[in-house]
Nanobody, 119 residues
Framework: VQLVESGGRLVQAGASLRLSCVASGLPFGSRAMGWFRQAPGKERDVVAAISWSVVDTFYARSVKGRFTISRDNAKNTVYLQMNSLKPEDTAVYYC?????????????WGQGTQVTVSS
């Protein structure tokens, strides 16, 4: 499994960013996918998840209403649209295949993409 995240950069508070993750080596169209983030000194936590069918989505409370997860199964790509960014959103963002039941990652990680939000 290969996961390649991109789109992260330094932005000011209030800005928007769109992250992308291209996956290969797995049956992407039949797997739930998630976005996670890890800030320095903190655990890696789920931010958002989306079912293979796009019908079901999940958002962490801290990003609900600001972030939107989507996917294009034809392109093996999952996206994270991030609006109204806050300094506390600063982290390395990763995508991963997840379990449908609890959005837990199933063991594959990419290199991540750094998002830095300045105040």
């Amino acid at each position: 499994v290969q996961l390649v995240e991109s789109g992260g950069r330094l932005v000011q508070a209030g800005a928007s960013l769109r992250l992308s993750c291209v996956a290969s080596g797995l049956p992407f169209g039949s797997r739930a996918m998630g976005w996670f983030r890890q800030a320095p000194g903190k655990e890696r936590d789920v931010v958002a998840a989306i079912s293979w069918s796009v019908v079901d989505t999940f958002y962490a409370r801290s990003v609900k209403g600001r972030f939107t997860i989507s996917r294009d199964n034809a392109k093996n790509t999952v996206y994270l649209q991030m609006n109204s960014l806050k300094p506390e959103d600063t982290a390395v963002y990763y995508c991963a295949p997840v379990r449908d039941s609890d959005h837990a990652p199933t063991g594959s990680w990419g290199q991540g993409t750094q998002v830095t939000v300045s105040s």
